[in-house]
C-alpha cells in the first residue's frame, strides 16, 4: 500500500487477480476454472518489487479522479467492488491479495431521494429549474445529479 502511494498512484490491481466472488451473496471467490483472471491494459501497468514476493505486475490507477467505462458484462462492477475493498488486506486464496488502494480512498455514488444540507454544488452543477442555488444547496429529496455532486465535495471536504 506504501509503495503504491510512494509512487504517485492511489490503487492497484495485481495481473491474475481473480475479482469476481462466488455469488453476490458470498465473499469467496469465484471458481478459478470460471472466473476470468485479471489483465491490466498495458497502458496502465507498473510492475512493483516486493520483499517477499519479489516483482508484481499489474494495473496501477493515478491519483485523482478515475473513471472507468465500458460495455455490458465487461467487469466494470466486479472492478469497482475488488478497489472498494482494497483498503483492506486479504487472506491468501481470497484472489484479491494483491488488491490495494490508499487508505484515503472514497466510493462515490449517486443516492437518488437523500437529503443534501448547504453544499456548494456549483463546481457540477450551475442552472438548477426556479434559479435555485448550487452555492448553498440543500434538498430533502436530492436528484441523482445533484447527490453525486454534494457526496464528492463533501468527500473532498474531509
Given at each position: ?11 492497484f ?32 501497468e ?34 469497482l467492488?475488488?478497489?472498494e ?37 456549483s ?36
Amino acid at each position: 500500500r506504501e509503495m503504491v502511494g510512494g509512487a504517485g498512484f492511489s490503487a492497484f490491481v495485481a495481473n491474475g487477480a481473480i475479482l469476481p466472488r462466488a455469488s453476490g451473496a458470498s465473499d469467496a471467490p469465484m471458481d478459478k476454472t470460471k472466473a476470468i483472471a485479471f489483465k491490466s491494459p498495458a497502458s496502465l501497468e507498473q510492475t512493483f518489487e516486493l520483499p517477499h514476493t519479489g516483482q508484481v505486475t499489474g494495473m496501477a490507477i493515478k491519483s485523482g479522479v478515475t473513471v472507468i467505462v465500458g460495455g455490458g458484462f465487461h467487469g466494470k462492477s466486479t472492478v469497482l467492488a475488488a478497489l472498494e475493498n482494497g483498503i483492506y488486506n486479504h487472506v491468501p486464496g481470497d484472489g484479491r491479495e494483491f488488491v490495494v488502494c490508499s487508505k484515503r480512498t472514497v466510493k462515490i455514488r449517486a443516492e437518488d431521494g437523500r437529503a443534501v444540507n448547504s453544499v456548494n454544488i456549483s463546481p457540477f452543477i450551475n442552472n438548477l429549474p426556479y434559479g435555485r442555488d448550487t452555492y448553498n444547496f440543500s434538498t430533502p429529496d436530492a436528484s441523482g445529479s445533484t447527490s453525486q455532486a454534494a457526496n464528492i465535495i463533501v468527500a473532498i471536504e474531509v
